[in-house]
């Protein structure tokens, strides 16, 4: 257990204490936990119930802010039920329609879609395929990762029929379009709203609409009455946002949250022992890792990384940190994946990477730092809250790493993907993704190891891996796919290009009063025209 074990009993000491603070102040004056609770708390639907006009009201507690609804730029409008794509993927990770009822290869580089008829948008407007081009041009536009990841050279619509093609065969096509950054939207609406009102009320096709939007805390969503796929079983949802991931699990604790996303595992057992709430954490299809920064001079150099991968200590952060809720990872796909690596998982080992410094030039100081060019070594790692265990990875390998002579200082940051995009001091960062949220690695590959993918802040290269990814995306058979997914993923290893530590579980923390819901591995469809509360 290290050194985590003490610091997680004092965690739950302080949580307890903490807890009963809160239990004495919400029964004597009824205030929110953190002022969490405001439109759809426990409070008011006991108020309306008395009435006799009580809502069906559901408060969910995410993990991330947003501070834009730009549903091209930000994926939150899609897990909030606003926006939908034109496919989407089951809980089996196959592909299903969903605004498109159909979709056929013409050619090789030519996709036709059929969109599906009684379709409307929020504002009345009807879904058809000149709509859907327009959302998608839109798209293309404004977010270059997700013009880089589609190739569209062109669209064309006649009625409800969508003819695309690109610039190049890609025969997973359809499946790039589960991208929640092709959600379809209004495009002619944005035009009457103006772009800056419409990216804080967009209009989509979903079971819900926005009602009001308060930046980076929370989104007021309405049932669409005429919803295509049957209105919504609840008429109000609250899409609350907070990265802390004590305040989350207080709040469900507290009833003030229905759901909450993204649990501290230190967490699961406490919450586990209300009669009221219950714990959902089920693998998913994300990997927690480590991106290196290949821009600084340290960090060029496949040695040094290498070395870095052997001071993660895989079991200890599954076992100690996730408490269970997670594997120890071999690579950005989990093993169980017919593409993921069936490699053993690389075992901690100090002493190793202390060679491989050697290697790469460095020596033992008098102050026992491992130095070079009489510098020691010293890196940057940054890390961030909206996942709990990240900051603990990152202190886990700190305290590691200490141990043969390597300083790594630690910086926690708010927005990560922003931060990484606009800084280049940083060496290296704990970061978290789903790798195979379309059921195929092809998505994350391209994201994450081509210039200018969404996934590459750094815009780390390799010769021989864009090859293999070239050759992936122009290859339409499936077990031919997982042998080039799994050649790249051996390059990745090989030369340390990034450093995957678990696969963690989705944990979700519910009311048992939510009903006709349960979490999906892919993290994309969280609120649904099916969900409910007793």
């Not at 997670?326 to 989990?334: H, K, L, M, R, V």
């Not at 053993?344 to 491989?356: G, I, S, Y």
């Not at 990484?420 to 001091?425: A, I, K, P, W």
């Not at 790249?488 to 696969?503: D, E, G, L, P, R």
């Amino acid at each position: 257990m290290r050194l985590l074990k003490g610091n997680r009993a004092n965690k739950l000491l302080f949580f307890t204490i903490l807890l009963l603070i809160l239990s004495i102040v919400i029964a004597g004056c009824g205030k929110s936990v953190n002022s969490l609770s405001e439109a759809g708390n426990t409070g008011q639907r006991s108020a309306g119930a008395a009435e006799g006009k009580a809502k069906k009201k559901l408060t969910l507690l995410y993990h991330f802010k947003s501070g834009s609804l730009d549903p091209h730029n930000d994926y939150i409008v899609l897990k909030a039920g606003v926006v939908e794509t034109l496919v989407r993927m089951d809980d089996k990770l196959e592909l299903q329609p969903w605004l498109a009822s159909k979709w056929e290869s013409v050619d090789a580089a030519t996709w036709r879609f059929t969109i599906r008829e009684g379709i409307t948008f929020h504002n009345g407007a009807k879904l058809d395929a000149a709509a859907v081009k327009a959302s998608l041009e839109r798209g293309i536009a404004v977010n270059k990762a997700l013009d880089t990841t589609l190739k569209i050279a062109s669209i064309k619509a006649e009625g409800q029929e969508l003819t695309i093609t690109t610039t190049e065969p890609l025969p997973a096509f359809p499946s790039e379009l589960v991208n929640p950054y092709s959600g379809i939207i209004d495009v002619a609406a944005e035009k009457t709203m103006g772009t800056e009102a419409f990216n804080k009320a967009p209009i989509g096709t979903g079971p819900f609409q926005i009602k009001g939007f308060t930046p980076n805390m929370e989104i007021n969503l309405a049932r669409y009455d005429s919803y295509w796929d049957g209105a919504a079983l609840l008429e109000e949802i609250t899409f609350k946002f907070n990265e802390d991931g004590n305040v989350r699990a207080l709040a469900l604790q507290a009833k003030e949250a229905d759901l909450a996303f993204q649990l501290p595992a230190e967490m699961v057992d406490v919450i586990k022992q209300d009669q009221n709430l219950k714990i959902e954490s089920l693998a998913g299809l994300r990997a927690h890792f480590l991106l290196y920064n290949q821009q600084q001079s340290a960090l060029k150099d496949v040695l040094v990384r290498q070395a870095l991968d052997l001071l993660i200590d895989r079991e200890s952060m599954a076992k100690d940190v996730m408490l269970g809720n997670a594997s120890p990872a071999n690579g950005p796909f989990n093993a169980n994946l017919p593409f993921g690596s069936q490699e053993a998982v690389q075992p901690l080992d100090t002493e190793k990477a202390k060679l491989l410094l050697e290697q790469a030039g460095y020596a033992q100081g008098s102050s026992g730092k491992l130095e070079k060019d009489g510098k020691p070594l010293t890196l940057e790692l940054v890390t961030y809250k909206g996942r709990p265990e990240l900051p603990l990875i990152a202190q886990l390998l700190q305290s590691d790493a200490a141990k043969i002579g390597v300083t790594l200082t630690i910086k926690t940051v708010e927005n990560v993907d922003t931060y990484l995009r606009e800084n280049n001091d940083w060496d290296l960062a704990t970061y978290s993704n789903l790798t195979a949220p379309r059921g195929d690695g092809g998505f994350f590959l391209n994201s994450a190891f081509m210039v200018g993918g969404s996934l590459n802040p750094a815009n780390i290269s390799n010769d021989e891996l864009s090859t293999i990814i070239a050759q992936l995306n122009a290859t339409g058979d499936v077990a031919e796919r997982a042998k080039l997914t799994q050649a790249a993923v051996q390059v990745i290893k090989t030369q340390a290009m990034h450093s995957y530590a678990v696969y963690p579980n989705v944990i979700v923390g519910m009311n048992k009063r939510v009903t006709g819901w349960a979490p999906g591995p892919e993290e994309y469809y969280l609120v649904t025209n099916k969900m409910d509360v007793s």
